[in-house]
């Protein structure tokens, strides 16, 4: 846990000390690759909470939903069809699922 946080603020800091900007042109797929991540992110948080976090699928699902995403997009576009929208919606109704878990969860351990 403490490494998680040392690795947050550090984050934090070289963002702070180097800033970058992500092209235009890149910036859905970024955008919808950093969505499944944080999927990803709330998925092993209400995994860790149930009692059944394996670090192996959740490795293996952070990069894997992050890359299968930013590919549906990449593909939409030269296709003319919008399915970053359709990610949005797919990715947001998942983490606001796992999230409202987590809440329940927390709720009712307290």
Do not use: T
């Amino acid at each position: 846990m403490i490494l998680a946080i040392v690795g947050l603020c550090l984050g934090i800091v070289l963002g702070f000390l180097f800033p970058w900007s992500i092209p235009v042109a890149y910036s859905k797929l970024f955008s919808i690759a950093l969505l499944a991540s944080l999927d990803s992110v709330f998925g092993g948080i209400r995994a860790a909470s149930e009692g059944n976090f394996d670090d192996k699928i959740f490795i293996s699902g952070f990069f894997s939903n992050a890359l299968l995403a930013a590919f549906l997009v990449y593909v939409g576009d030269h296709l003319g069809i919008d399915l970053y929208y359709v990610a949005l919606l797919a990715l947001g109704l998942r983490i606001f699922n796992n999230l409202g878990i987590i809440r329940q969860y927390l709720l009712k351990k307290h």
